[in-house]
């Protein structure tokens, strides 16, 4: 649930925050059509097949609690914040320095699905550490991650594919800077999980 709401809100952002600003769309419909077929498979394959995260040591929660507490719902919320500003505010910068539409919002969509592979990752497990959301991820998790990023790869790099897209074919010093962009993103993710985890713990005090 923490995932489904933090992957949409860029998805919502980044559909308006063009338009306030006057700039050219960074998604279409096929876009999101794309994003739908990353985010479907990981709600109802990686998360809802994964062993529980140490769920059975925990006590029960309390009937009056929320199945979504508040501190979830604000996690979420910084973390599809964080997405957001960030490929906004990548794309704004490609276009303020002159690269071309479609190449900006190639290695826009590039950032938001590297970012969106990323958000699965944390969103695995409560730990917090770079490596925590990885520890015993499933073939069939791996089969989706390496899976995404083989597609995404073809549109990008594969001239047809690509004009279809409305992308323009990404150099690849430009293609790689916004992959690591995009992992660079589990840094500011475990980050707010940690606030998260500081913040339920003084409540619990």
Not at 40 to 57: H, K, L, N, T, W
Not at 95 to 111: N, P, T
Request: aromatic fraction near 8%; charged fraction near 10%; charge should be positive.
């Amino acid at each position: 649930m923490i995932y489904t709401l933090a992957v949409h809100l860029p998805i919502v952002g980044l559909s308006i925050l063009p338009l306030l600003f006057g700039l050219p769309l960074v998604l279409a419909p096929i876009h999101i059509a794309f994003l739908e077929l990353v985010i479907d498979p990981a709600c109802s394959i990686v998360f809802e097949a994964e062993a529980p995260d140490r769920v059975m040591q925990q006590p029960p929660r309390r009937r009056s609690e929320h199945l979504l507490s508040g501190g979830n719902v604000l996690l979420s919320l910084l973390q599809g914040l964080i997405t957001t500003l960030l490929v906004g505010i990548g794309y704004f910068g490609m276009l303020a320095q002159g690269l071309a539409e479609g190449e900006a919002r190639a290695l826009a969509f590039v950032l938001l699905i590297v970012a969106n592979a990323i958000l699965i990752v944390s969103c695995r497990s409560t730990r917090v550490g770079p490596l925590a959301g990885l520890a015993g991820l499933s073939r069939t998790g791996w089969t989706i991650l390496l899976g995404t990023g083989a597609f995404l790869l073809l549109v990008t790099r594969w001239p047809w594919l690509a004009q279809l897209f409305r992308f323009h074919v990404p150099s690849w010093p430009h293609m790689l800077l916004a992959l690591a962009s995009g992992v660079l993103c589990l840094l500011a993710y475990e980050g707010v999980k940690w606030l998260a985890g500081l913040r339920a713990g003084r409540q619990a005090s």
